[in-house]
């Protein structure tokens, strides 16, 4: 059975400071990874996905995510937070391409002003 | 990425009846999948809507509760029969346009039942 966990429900971050959210996950071979970003009274919209290639993601709205295969992480960075990145982040994975996805529990990001 | 319409994107309903919720996607897709949110918490897949054949359910969810259509390749619905206040929630449609694509959602459908 698959699972992605967020170990932090919420993630506190000044303005202009670097922000992680952390995702480790489970899954029986290669994992196809997401980040998704939810804003109030929105469905979830799409941030970035790991499938092959390099361990560093680029994606929208500067977000970036590293997947590192030996300690089964995904954590969402960015450089510089923006009191708009304010928001509902959802990690998931699937075993395949067709296969169900697994969402994690989602972390609660505030940037401060 | 495709475009997702749900209606309604609210309502609020009395006890014991049902609601019918749309999914309209602007081009053809694979798959189908509603799911249900409780605020601020994760999401759970109710099915998975099947083109041309029955939905197929997630444990805890059965068809009685939660018919669901899915007529062409780009709608759906799913029926929320016979609600109680446990059935307040969120309802997000989603799509997945291939293998290796992300899924896409809809706005939701928030649902309140007095």
């Known amino acids: 059975a698959q699972s992605v966990a967020q170990p932090e429900d919420q993630v506190n971050v000044a303005e202009g400071n670097p922000l992680t959210v952390k995702c480790t996950y489970s899954?029986?071979?290669?994992?196809?990874l997401f980040w998704y970003v939810q804003y109030p009274n929105r469905g979830l919209q799409f941030l970035l996905k790991?499938?092959?290639?390099?361990?560093l993601v680029k994606g929208s709205y500067g977000f970036e995510a590293e997947f590192n295969k030996s300690q089964t992480s995904f954590h969402l960075k960015k450089p510089s937070a923006l009191v708009s990145d304010s928001a509902l982040y959802f990690c998931?994975?699937?075993?395949?391409?067709?296969?169900?996805?697994?969402f994690g529990t989602g972390t609660k990001l505030q940037v401060i002003p | 990425s495709a475009v997702i319409s749900q209606k309604p994107s609210r309502d609020i309903c009395q006890r014991g009846t049902s609601l019918t919720i749309q999914c309209q996607v602007d081009s053809q897709v694979t798959m189908m999948f509603w799911y249900r949110q409780q605020p601020g918490q994760s999401l759970t897949l109710i099915a998975t809507a099947n083109q041309g054949s029955e939905a197929t359910y997630e444990s805890g969810f059965v068809i009685d509760k939660f018919p669901i259509s899915r007529p062409n390749l780009t709608f759906s619905t799913l029926t929320v029969s016979n609600m109680s206040p446990e059935d307040s929630s969120i309802y997000l449609c989603?799509?997945?346009?291939?293998?290796?694509?992300?899924?896409?959602f809809g706005d939701g459908t928030r649902l309140s039942i007095l």
């Open positions: 899954v029986s071979g290669n994992p196809y």
């Open positions: 790991y499938i092959t290639g390099d361990n």
């Open positions: 989603s799509v997945l346009g291939g293998q290796g694509q992300p899924q896409h």
């Open positions: 998931a994975v699937r075993a395949g391409g067709y296969q169900k996805v697994t």
